[in-house]
C-alpha cells in the first residue's frame, strides 16, 4: 500500500496541477481505503525506477567499522540473539545489569544484522543511509560508565537510528537529497537531549526524500541517496509506508533498539503501522524541530518508533524539553521519567471509544476492538463528521517555501549551496536521472504557489478548527476519552488539530500486510494514549518479527 505521509495523497498530487485550485477532502477514510484498494498488490521490482542507492558505496561505508567487528563472529552474533531479538529496553538494560551484554557487544550485534541484511544481498532492505564511525568506541565507554554507576535514564547506552532529516554531528543530514548530500551539521535539540540521556547514535536510517514532499510520483521510501527502502514483510509486495520509511524498517528488522521519525501527516503512523512496529506522533510542539529539514513548521514533529510500547514511552521520554529556538515549543512541568512510570495503571477499563462506522468492514479493526471491550473499555459506533481540510496542499506549500530557506540558513552547513526551493530545482535539474528519476512535481508546486502571509494565516486557522471539530464534536458529545482508527487514516485530521496519536500493531492482512490500531487523543494526552496502547498491546501480543531476518 503506498501510504505517504498524507492521508489524501492522491487528491494532493491532482491539486499540484493548479496550486491555486482549493483542496479539501470530504472523507480521509474513504480516500485511504481507495488508496489501500487500489495500491495494496503485489509488486514487481520492474515497477521502481530505481532500487540500490547510486550513492552508498557499502564498501566504504563499512571501512572504519569493519576493523572493529573484527573478532564479532557469527557464532557470538547467534548467542546474542536470544537476549536480544525483540528484547525491550528494560530486558537489554538487564541483560547488561547481569553482566550477560554489554552496549559494546548490542552495538556490534546491530552492526552485523545491518552488515548482513541491509545492502546488497537477496534480502536487502536499504533502511540505512549512514553510520556512526566511532559508535563502537562510544559504546565501549558506556560500559565504563555503567561501572561508574553513571546510568542516567533507561535510554543509556541504547543504539538508536535517526531519519536522515534530523542534524547530528557524526554524518551529514541529507533529507535523501543529493543536494544535501554533504550537509554537516550541530546536534538538533532532540539529539542533544539523547545524547544527555546516554543514548548512542548510531546511525540515520532512510526516508521518502524531503519526507516525501517532493517528487508526488515515487514510490514511498525512495531517496536519491538511500535508495530504495523495502518491507521485510513482503519485499516485492508490502510498501513501507512513508516517510520515516527506513526508522519503520530498521526498527521492524531489529536494526537498533529504536528509532526516530518525524511527522508532518502520518509519516510515522504510515510506516510504523506497516512494519508491525510502534509509532507516536506527538502533540506538536512536545518535541522540538530545531535542526530537523522541515517541510511545515506548523505541522512537524519528530515521534518515537519502536517495537513495543515500553520501548516508545522511555524514547519520547528522552527527547522531551522545552527548546527556546522552536515557537511551538512546550514548557513541560513533568520531569524525566513521566511517560515511563505506571504504565501498566489505568489502562482500558472504564475508557470511551469512538469507533468510525466506515471503518467497522475491517476485520482486524473489529477483532481489536474486541480485545479493547474485553480489557473493560467501551467502544461507541460514532459517524465521522462532515468537516473539510481546504487548502491543506497549500499549507505545506506556503510553510516549505519560508521554512527551509530558513533551515538552510541557520542549521545546515557551510558546504550546502542551495538556498531556497528554486535552488534546488535547479540543482536536480542538471543530473535528472541520478537526482530525481520520479521528478520533482510537488516542488514545482511550492515554487508556483504565490500564496500571501494572509492567505497563509487564514488557512492555518481554518484547518486547525476544522481539526479540532473533527475529534471534538463526537469526544464532547459522546463522552469519548479517545478516538480508534487504523494507520494513518486520520493522520491529516490529527495534524491540523496537533493531536497527538499513537499506532500499535492489530495484526496482519492476507497477503502479510502489517496493520495498526491508531489510538487518538487530545493535546498533550500522550501518557494516556500509551497507557490505552501499553494495555492493547499486552492483551494482543499482535507483533510478530519478519519471518527472513530472525
Not at 19 to 33: F, G, L
Not at 257 to 267: F, H, N, Q
Not at 307 to 320: E, G, Y
Not at 543 to 550: C, D, E, G, H, I
Request: with cysteine; proline share 4%.
Amino acid at each position: 500500500m503506498r501510504l505517504s505521509i498524507f492521508i489524501v495523497l492522491a487528491i494532493f498530487i491532482v491539486s499540484c496541477k493548479n496550486v491555486n485550485k482549493e483542496t479539501s477532502v470530504k472523507d480521509s477514510v474513504i480516500v485511504e481505503d481507495t488508496i489501500e484498494t487500489t495500491d495494496n498488490s503485489f509488486k514487481d521490482f520492474r515497477e521502481f525506477k530505481v532500487l540500490d542507492s547510486k550513492y552508498i558505496d557499502n564498501k566504504t561505508l563499512w571501512n572504519n567499522l569493519n576493523k572493529n567487528l573484527e573478532g564479532f563472529t557469527d557464532e557470538k552474533y547467534s548467542a546474542l540473539k536470544p537476549l536480544i531479538l525483540e528484547a525491550d529496553i528494560p530486558t537489554l538494560q538487564q541483560h547488561i545489569q547481569n553482566g550477560d551484554l554489554s552496549y559494546e557487544l548490542l552495538t556490534k550485534f546491530y552492526l552485523y544484522r545491518i552488515r548482513k541484511f541491509d545492502r546488497d544481498n537477496d534480502l536487502s532492505l536499504n533502511s540505512v543511509i549512514s553510520l556512526n564511525p566511532d559508535i563502537i568506541t562510544e559504546a565501549k565507554q558506556k560500559d565504563i560508565d555503567l561501572r561508574n554507576r553513571m546510568l542516567k535514564h533507561p535510554i543509556f547506552g541504547m543504539p538508536i537510528l535517526l531519519k536522515d532529516n534530523i542534524n547530528t554531528l557524526e554524518m551529514p543530514t541529507t533529507a535523501g537529497a543529493v543536494a544535501l548530500q554533504n550537509n554537516r551539521t550541530e546536534d538538533a535539540f532532540i539529539v542533544t537531549q539523547l545524547k544527555n540521556k546516554g543514548a548512542l547514535i548510531l546511525g540515520k536510517a532512510n526516508l521518502s526524500e524531503w519526507a516525501y514532499f517532493f517528487c508526488g510520483d515515487c514510490p514511498s521510501g525512495y531517496s536519491a541517496i538511500g535508495g530504495q527502502t523495502l518491507n521485510p514483510y513482503g519485499r516485492r509486495a508490502i510498501d513501507t509506508g512513508g516517510s520515516s520509511s527506513g526508522s519503520g524498517v530498521a526498527v521492524a528488522a531489529n536494526f537498533c533498539a529504536a528509532a526516530v521519525g518525524s511527522e508532518t501527516a502520518g509519516s510515522i503512523l504510515s510506516p510504523a503501522s506497516q512494519n508491525a512496529t510502534v509509532g507516536l506522533k506527538p502533540t506538536i510542539g512536545l518535541l522540538s524541530r530545531s535542526g530537523i529539514v522541515p517541510i511545515s513548521s506548523t505541522l512537524d514533529t519528530p515521534g518515537p518508533i519502536t517495537k513495543n510500547v515500553t520501548d516508545n514511552a522511555i524514547l519520547l521520554d528522552a527527547m522531551f524539553g522545552q527548546d527556546t529556538d522552536d515557537d511551538k515549543s512546550i514548557y513541560a512541568i513533568w520531569e524525566a521519567g513521566f511517560y515511563i512510570n505506571d504504565l501498566a495503571e489505568n489502562g482500558l477499563k472504564g475508557k470511551r471509544f469512538g469507533a468510525v462506522k466506515p471503518l467497522l468492514d475491517d476485520t482486524l479493526y473489529v477483532d481489536a476492538i474486541k480485545v479493547l471491550k474485553q480489557q473493560g473499555a467501551e467502544v461507541l459506533e460514532i459517524e465521522a463528521e462532515e468537516i473539510d481540510l481546504p487548502n491543506f496542499l497549500r499549507l505545506l506549500n506556503l510553510d516549505m517555501k519560508r521554512d527551509l530557506p530558513k533551515y538552510l540558513s541557520k542549521y545546515a552547513g557551510d558546504s550546502v549551496q542551495v538556498k531556497y526551493i528554486e535552488d534546488v530545482i535547479a540543482f536536480n535539474e542538471k543530473d535528472s536521472l541520478f537526482t530525481m528519476p520520479y521528478g520533482q512535481k510537488l516542488f514545482n508546486g511550492i515554487k508556483a504557489d504565490e500564496g500571501t502571509d494572509d492567505f497563509l494565516t487564514k488557512i492555518k486557522d481554518t484547518l486547525h478548527n476544522n481539526g479540532k471539530k473533527y475529534f471534538d464534536v463526537p469526544m464532547d458529545a459522546n463522552q469519548l476519552d479517545g478516538f480508534l482508527s487504523i494507520n494513518n487514516y486520520h493522520a491529516a485530521f490529527a495534524a491540523v488539530a496537533e493531536y497527538p496519536a499513537i499506532t500499535v500493531p492489530m495484526g496482519y492482512m492476507e497477503n502479510g500486510a502489517p496493520k495498526g490500531l491508531t489510538f487518538i487523543g487530545r493535546r498533550l494526552q500522550e501518557k494516556f494514549l500509551l497507557q490505552w496502547a501499553f494495555a492493547f498491546e499486552q492483551a494482543s501480543k499482535k507483533r510478530v518479527a519478519p519471518v527472513n531476518y530472525k
